[in-house]
């Protein structure tokens, strides 16, 4: 019986990773054109949403396919800068992970504290890896690739407008992922 629930834990772990995945890069999809703040506050968002309700592997899954579809689809401006990309999606997905692990058990203030500690965290934590890791790494090994212009853009892109993204996916997935958790828990699905 033991093996057969871990059967199921693992399909679905996989239906749900794979879900996000989709959704993700449906996301980019639809929202290349409407801009990097809409576009990455919704990646957070699903990245933080994966984390929570199917759990960090799942999170990290999402955080790892996520740059690789951005740059298929055309909405990441370098190939170079993937990896790092990675790194900062992988980072917000750790510190949600580590740091919400057990807010289930808060209820209250010491719950709603966690939360906003989690989302100024996160978004603090992701902002400084993709600045290190593509503003003070990765560019100025490829600046002799790139024009001028698209060296500024690409030091623009991956500066503040990385924290607001992070700011506002870590908020609205603070609204609406205690929802789903309860909507699972309620279902044969959680």
Do not use: C, D, H
């Amino acid at each position: 019986m033991e093996k057969i629930a871990r059967k199921n834990n693992g399909v679905l772990w996989i239906a749900r990773t794979a879900i996000f995945i989709a959704l993700l890069i449906a996301a980019q999809y639809v929202t290349s054109s409407l801009g990097q703040f809409v576009t990455g506050s919704i990646v957070n968002f699903l990245l933080i949403t994966a984390t929570l309700t199917a759990g960090i592997y799942s999170g990290i899954a999402v955080a790892v396919v996520s740059p690789v579809a951005a740059w298929l689809i055309g909405i990441a401006p370098n190939a170079f800068l993937v990896p790092s990309i990675m790194a900062g999606n992988v980072v917000i997905v750790i510190v949600y992970g580590l740091l919400l692990k057990k807010s289930g058990s808060l209820e209250g203030f010491k719950k709603y504290a966690l939360w906003a500690v989690a989302v100024v965290s996160g978004a603090i934590a992701k902002f400084l890896a993709l600045y290190l890791g593509v503003v003070v790494i990765t560019l100025p090994l490829i600046t002799g690739t790139l024009k001028p212009p698209q060296v500024k853009a690409i030091s623009t892109m991956f500066s503040y407008p990385q924290l607001v993204t992070a700011l506002i996916g870590g908020a609205v997935a603070t609204a609406v992922v205690p929802a789903i958790q309860s909507a699972l828990k309620k279902s044969r699905l959680g």
